[in-house]
């Protein structure tokens, strides 16, 4: 009996850890901004939590008015902090299995926005500023 006992508590215990890792395996930072042609831009982090002086994938998916995958932009990020001048930080997204994939590296923390530009062939310019929050430091 008391075995059992014990057996069932590692197993709950066990079960409950492998949740645990497999939920922050897919943590993620997701915000959306419509585009002014209809659809929206997704910019994702792949991390629950933005830190400095480290290298931070990120997705871009570009969802036309129609649903559909647009894949014909050029898009790059605009990295910056609204409350002082920085130097230039534009990690470029590029293209590759379905979406727009890139590197983003925070160089101090504080609040900081994420201009996203977008390029179509025989579109304007497109840029949509997402407030990314606080990043932390490191």
Known sequence: MRNDLFRTTLVTLFFCCLLSLSASAFAEIRLEKAMPEGGKAV???DTDRLLTMTETPFTVELIGGTGKILA????SL?????AMAMPPNRPK???LEGAYHGQAVFTMGGEWNAI????????DLVDLT???GEIQMK
Not at 72 to 75: F, G, I, N, P, T
Not at 78 to 82: E, I, K, V
């Open 116 to 123: 996203m530009l977008i390029q179509r062939p025989g579109h």
């Open 43 to 45: 910019l994702a982090f």
């Open 93 to 95: 997204a590029l293209w």
């Open 72 to 75: 014909d932009a050029a898009v």
């Open 130 to 132: 997402f407030k990314l």
């Open 78 to 82: 605009h990295l910056m902090m609204p």
